[in-house]
């Protein structure tokens, strides 16, 4: 059975294809990469790239696996999508402004591109998350406006956490279901999370992927009364200062440049300062994460940033020699892609830099989803 994922970020698509070997059970199945590709930007016609990705491939897929980034409460489990599924998706867009609304533009052009055989299956970020303990999902609010209307922490990059924590088990096969591991996505969009043995225990992105980290282009944590002081200072509408909150802040709008190599190499005062709040956050939510898990087995960095730039990982990880945290200087300048460990063969805390792999994760959930429709 041949798939495809259609991985959609906020300033990137992969494309990928896989052939999952008959007579396995899904969860185990042999997956055999065809193609792949990795195009930035937010401005690709999806038309055009989905149709020259499938004109590779030997015959039509069985399903094309989409990523959607935000499901909420409605949906915490991979769905195969029709309309009110996508109707669903969309409501839901006001909540994931760079996410959602990017999502559908390529799950409408592959439900135009392709036959009605061709199944389409959305994989939820938030899903991962689903089960979180409720002290750590629930806002400080009323019921009435919080939990019993939906407004809750529920929590983003849950395929690439995932994927990090399998790899992790996979290098660390004696600690049980993983131990207690610390996992940092650092992309255009950044957040952090813990989890034990039983599953997530926190993560830093909340009721929107607007929460927690210094991103890209987003702001990360931001008292609410900044809203409507500036809507009164300023005479800016709220919606305006969230979009301005998630497209033109973060690096970009502190240090003029969204990519934090950029920064570093620039040097400028502007730029450091933004590069060393990025880093301090980083490293205010590990110190939390501590405390939540009691201390940890492992910290697992990936992503674009977390993968390539060396510089933000020592820079995060500075002065946590107190927690059992070090990195090896020259392990971790020589770690730019692939898996490595960047911390002392001798440390209390294994760190490692890793190739995130979600593609493989949403093929077998699509899996799960065809078997259960008895596709």
Request: charged fraction near 20%; proline fraction near 6%.
């Given at each position: 059975m041949r798939l495809v994922t259609v991985n959609s970020g906020s300033t990137s698509i992969k494309l990928a294809a896989f052939e999952a070997g008959a007579g396995t059970a899904r969860a185990d199945a042999q997956l055999r990469r065809l193609a792949a590709v990795h195009h930035e930007g937010t401005h690709l016609d999806p038309a055009v790239e989905l149709r020259a990705f499938l004109?590779?491939?030997?015959?039509?897929?069985?399903?094309?696996?989409?990523?959607?980034?935000?499901?909420?409460?409605?949906?915490?489990?991979?769905?195969r999508i029709d309309d009110a599924v996508r109707a669903g998706i969309g409501d839901l867009a006001a909540l994931a402004p760079l996410h959602n609304p990017l999502a559908l533009r390529w799950i409408d052009a592959?439900?135009?591109?392709?036959?009605?055989?061709?199944?389409?299956?959305?994989?939820?970020d938030t899903a991962y998350f689903a089960s979180l303990p409720r002290v750590a999902a629930e806002y400080a609010l009323p019921p009435a406006l919080g939990w019993d209307v939906g407004v809750r922490r529920y929590g983003f990059h849950g395929l690439a956490h995932q994927a990090m924590w399998q790899r992790w088990c996979e290098v660390h096969p004696a600690l049980e279901n993983g131990g207690r591991l610390i996992s940092l996505q650092l992309g255009g969009g950044c957040s952090i999370t813990a989890r034990d043995r039983t599953g997530p225990r926190d993560t830093s992105m909340g009721f929107s992927p607007l929460e927690g980290l210094v991103m890209a282009t987003r702001s990360g944590d931001v008292d609410a009364a900044v809203v409507p002081y500036l809507t009164g200072r300023l005479g800016i509408a709220p919606q305006r200062l969230i979009e301005s909150f998630n497209r033109e802040s973060g690096l970009l709008g502190m240090g003029g440049r969204s990519n934090p190599s950029e920064l570093l190499a620039e040097d400028s005062a502007r730029g450091r300062l933004a590069?060393?709040?990025?880093?301090?956050?980083?490293?205010?939510?590990?110190?939390?994460?501590?405390?939540?898990?009691?201390?940890?087995?492992?910290?697992v960095f990936g992503g674009g940033v977390g993968e390539h730039v060396p510089q933000i990982r020592a820079h995060a990880l500075a002065g946590l020699n107190w927690a059992g945290i070090e990195v090896d200087p020259a392990a971790n300048a020589a770690a730019r892609g692939g898996d490595a460990r960047i911390s002392p063969a001798g440390s209390r805390v294994a760190v490692w830099a890793v190739t995130v792999a979600e593609e493989p994760i949403m093929v077998r959930e699509a899996l799960d989803v065809l078997g259960n429709a008895g596709a």
């Open positions: 004109a590779q491939l030997p015959g039509p897929p069985a399903a094309l696996v989409h990523r959607v980034v935000h499901g909420a409460e409605r949906f915490t489990h991979p769905v592959a439900r135009e591109l392709c036959d009605r055989s061709v199944a389409q299956v959305a994989a939820f590069v060393d709040l990025y880093c301090y956050r980083i490293r205010k939510y590990i110190g939390a994460y501590l405390a939540v898990l009691g201390g940890c087995d492992g910290i």
